[in-house]
């Protein structure tokens, strides 16, 4: 179980969160991009072998969306890494 | 005192006697023994049937390393596969031998020996292939016969769940753990060390040796004294540290809490920093028929005579590759047991060994090619180690040691990298992943002084203290020389004891190209069942390495996972049973509708709500009817309050509630509500509800009673992440408003009897209109929506004003024939309007136009979510299942989820039933149902395919009462 930081309450134990999955870039206006710029930002999810930026939301706690960059292959939390987009 | 007893010494209670019974024996051991030592002090060896070929077997090692004996205990302590080993003997305690039938004596299965040439490694998977697996696994589980699972739960007691934190968490209470401890504790750190065994001291429990000036015990006593007096360190017995997960999160199953009423305790542990001190385990050496009884470790045939005071035998034979069993001779001979000879493996054996028994003959540069004996041993067949004549050897006893492997279990969990040492010849922890350290036998310290000294220096480090002085201590140099097998074993050489895995099995997967050592483990199932091959692995391993002619460490480790030991399912589920872990909710009325005969069931979101009300002497299709009729034709109420009810406040709420319902919420005025739908950005319909608008900025939205708590995930998550910078708050209310719901065409009069200061006229309370007064003398918010088709009016109040608001309805409803409807009724009457239900008729693919919704779908927004997303489906598919209703011809259910194919044929489905129900107003079955193109079908005929027969259907629009709606608009 992991001990994730939440900006409020500090570190709590994972089960106090849910997963709210990787952070994919701003949702484009729909409008201005094509048909498949459109589908490759509803259907394209990050999922590198290393760090990721991923949101929880404190749902049983104080109820914060939050983002924290993992490493997915030690479940260690990491710093931001510097060439992330 | 039986005669396999020495007279003294020990941890037993010579004045204690315990009665137990073994496969219906009744036996008598000592306070203080494990049911193993107890059969060993009666002279039992033949305790246990193999796996795969039945053979005989007996006790093997002394602790959770045990591969063979495993039993079953009964009656109050039922539980299965435990190793006996492990289990303290307790009075009374009922055990039975698993893996036998009758009689570990008499094992019908042993025929299987007869033909063990016939099913080597993968032979379950090569024969029984067709047609399926599961064909053949019940009665292959049932003669392979692990124990049965108890079929109640105990007798008394509870399981718990506890969480906790600390500084240091250390496992394992042998001298470098307990060194650990009390420097860590003297240093004021908060610690928990926490010991599988019954009593601290670990190996010094089994060995004679001295701490400072007296025994090695003595000095456990005192240490274990002054930590159980200092308030910051919990000391745990009996308790395993089984799992070692991210974030430094251990597991700790206390076996046996300081608590009357616990039969066992889960402790979820976060460390600061984690020492694991857990240990090292003797490996078996590899030689013919290494399992007859009477083979045993030789760390283990120490243990039974130091710690348990058994004479295990009368002649002993002692095979090694290593120093450290010259210590466990000098033990057996000074229990009494003439030590025939030390066969050892080694050209040359290291004068301190040598001296530790100056009278013993030591065959140096031997290796035991063969146990001799059938249903125990009675000899050994000796030969030199690089071929030469073998001579005979008569003993009782086989005590065999391959050497010591750290027990790095706990460390790997914890993602810790591994490096083989050539010069223990085994694989030692290496870069921590974590917070932590490994020390003494665990970390290849092997001797007491090394082990002393590095748990005082690890603990040290972690509290930032100095180094205490250790006590000195004695202690025999480790060394050791491999022998991964014997090479002129003849007969059955087990690698894994448990799981029947030989060396032939080993090589027959490296032939069949099974050559990664996680597929020899599958192939060969070495390594796996309740003991996860802590005996056996590395000899596995050297095995596969000496056939590839590889280093050990090129073939590398299977991987250590969670338990460690085998935990029963009672401690990780603690007290999480159903009615802690998914309660019930109830709404004020449950206690009402319990004493007018409703039948509750749960209708979504663990909400528990009457399905309906039966009267005497009526079916349930009866009592169904009843109620709608009483709806439809009178007037009947409901309890409405599970319904998800959100309050949003704040300036931007119409632009958001733009963004995520398709139609248009923001130009509503005050006191209007407008019905709506959500879709996620996918295209996929999450919901559908009403949205009321309050004031300016203040709104109510609702949602389906299943999803109000993704929706609130739904809304929090685009307002934190989307939308920080608009002004909208969101708060649950569905727990703070609740309502009844009177409905029918004479809902009206009911209202007016009731008493309110609220114009319920059509005029000034439309359809979609909701206002704010009193009702009956409560407060009250009387919202016009309607899931019946009936005129209907929400009588929304505060949780508390519901039980009185509720009887008043009764009152004021029984000149009219007011009665109350549940959830079964509710649906028909939905069924007949073709109003959606989230469950039934939308699945992933549909969308809003398919419902014949499209008039939601706005044209003017330019975005919200799922517009673009629906829009590109709908222009890349034809053939677009849409919704109808369904009438069966003949007049007759059909069942919900069943296929409608072109002609009844076997075809692909060209769509499915959703809903069927008996219409009171249509005196017939009418269904709903997605139907391929199905709203250009309507008046066609449609076939549904079931298993027995085929039913014709006429296609109808989707709403089979009322279709102008004039009903529940008046
Ligand atoms: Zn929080």
Known sequence: MMNIPCPFCGPRNEAEFAFGGPVKPDRPDPNMVSEEEWAAYLTQVPNPLGPVQE??????????????WRDTRTHDIVVRPADAS | MPHNRTETGGRIDRGQMVNFTFNGHKLQGFAG??????????????????????????????GIEEPSTLVELMGDDASGNRPATTVPLREGMIAKTVNCWPSPGFDLGAITQLISRFIPAGFYYKTFKWPGWHLYEPSIRKAAGLAAAPTAPPKQGHFENRFGHCDLLIAGAGPAGLMAALTAGRAGLRVMIADEGTEAGGSLLNRRLTIGDGPALDWVQGVVDELDNLPNVIHLQNATVWAYREHNYLMVNERAPDNP???????????????????????????????????????????????????????????????????????????????????????????????????????????????????????????????????QIACDLLAHSGGWNPAVHLWSQSRGALRYDDALTSFLPDRPAQNATSIGAADGQMTLADALDRGARAAADVAGVVRPDIPKSTDLPYAVTPLWRVKQATGKAFLDIQNDVTVDDVHLALREGYDNVEHVKRYTTGGMGIDQGKTGNINIIGTVAMQQGVPLDEVGTTTFRSPYSPVSFGAIGGLREDSVVLPYRHTPVTDWNLKNGAFMYESGARWRRPGYF???????????????????????????????????KGRDVGRFLDHIY??????????????????????????????????????????????????????????????????????????????????????????????????????????????????????????????????????NVAPRDLPALWGKIMIAGAPLGIAPIGSEANHVLRVEKGFLSLGHEVDGTIDPYDLGLGWAMSRKKPDYLGKHAVAIRRAGTSNRRELVGLLPEPDQMVPEGAPLTPGGDRKPTEGLVTACVYSTVNERWVGLALLENGQSRHDETVHVRLKDKIVVARVTPPIHYDPAGERLRS
């Open chain 2, 662 to 795: 398709t139609n248009i919420m923001s130009t509503l005025k005050p006191r209007q509500g407008r019905y709506g739908l959500m879709l996620s950005d996918d295209g996929l319909i999450i919901d559908d509800g009403v949205a009321l608008r309050l004031s300016e900025y203040r709104w109510i939205v609702s949602t389906s009673t299943g999803h109000a708590d993704a929706m609130n995930s739904h809304f929090e998550e685009l307002l934190q992440t989307q939308f920080p910078d608009w002004n909208v708050f969101v708060t649950p209310v569905t727990s703070q408003w609740n309502n009844a719901t009177i409905c029918g065409p004479d809902a009206r009069d009911v209202m007016q009897a009731l008493g309110t200061d609220i114009d319920i006229s059509s005029d000034a309370l439309p359809f979609m209109g909701f206002a704010d007064g009193q009702v009956a003398d409560i407060p009250a918010r009387v919202v016009r929506v309607s899931f019946t088709g009936e005129l209907s009016f929400e009588v």
């Open chain 2, 614 to 648: 039966p009267q005497a002497g009526e079916s349930f299709q009866e009592t169904i009817n009843r109620e709608c009729r009483i709806v439809r034709n009178g007037v009947g109420v409901y309890d409405g309050s599970p319904l998800g009810t959100f309050e949003f």
């Open chain 2, 261 to 391: 009423s616990l039969l066992e305790r889960n402790w979820r542990m976060r460390a600061g920093h984690v020492i694991c001190a857990t240990g090292a385990i003797e490996r078996a050496l590899v030689f013919g028929n290494n399992d007859k009884p009477g083979v045993m470790l030789a760390s283990a045939a120490q243990a039974y005579v130091n710690r348990y005071g058994v004479r295990l035998g009368q002649r002993a034979i002692v095979f090694t590759n290593n120093n450290s069993a010259y210590a466990v001779a000098a033990d057996l001979a000074a229990a009494g047991i003439t030590v025939a000879a030390i066969v050892d493996s080694r050209m040359d054996v290291p004068e301190e060994a040598r001296s530790m028994v100056a009278d013993i003959d030591i065959l140096a540069g031997h290796v035991v090619t063969t146990a001799r004996g059938r249903r125990q041993v009675r000899g050994a067949a000796i030969a030199p180690v690089d071929g030469g004549a073998s001579q």
């Open chain 1, 55 to 68: 949101r929880w939301w404190h749902v049983k706690g104080c109820g914060t969306w939050l983002t924290i």
């Open chain 2, 33 to 62: 023994d494990t049911l193993a030592s107890a059969l060993l002090a009666n002279g039992i060896r033949l305790t246990a049937r193999s796996f795969k070929y039945h053979r005989p077997r007996g006790i093997v090692g002394a």
